[in-house]
């Protein structure tokens, strides 16, 4: 059973930074992609960066650009770099994987939570 376990969260200025972490069960090189959510309240879920294992590409939502940068600190953990951070980054941030295969499988983390707020 995969487990992915998200931690860094916490309450920061804007114009501040943090780190988020998600430790893998197992090597995060056996999953196809692996990526960052985050979910704000009264909001959908959206994707914020993935990395693709396959093709070692990377993807950012637009609003993040430039900002967050996705990468993988060693073979199981996954990490997630804020910079200038807004208050409408403030949300509950998800670790996702999707394993290799026709039906790819999604693994969930429960979620670490960011608050940008003077």
């Known amino acids: 059973q995969v487990q992915l376990v998200e931690s860094g969260g916490g309450l920061v200025q804007p114009g501040g930074s943090l780190r988020l972490s998600c430790a893998a069960s197992g090597s995060i090189f056996s999953f196809k992609s692996m990526g960052w959510y985050r979910q704000a309240p009264g909001k959908e879920r959206e994707l914020v960066a993935v990395?693709?294992?396959?093709?070692?590409?990377n993807y950012y939502a637009d609003s993040v650009k430039g900002r967050f940068t996705i990468s993988r600190d060693n073979t199981k953990t996954l990490s997630l770099q804020m910079n200038s951070l807004r208050p409408e980054d403030t949300a509950v941030y998800y670790c996702k994987a999707i394993t290799y295969g026709v039906s790819g499988i999604n693994y969930w983390g429960k979620g670490t939570l960011v608050t940008v707020s003077s």
């Open positions: 990395i693709n294992n396959n093709d070692f590409t």
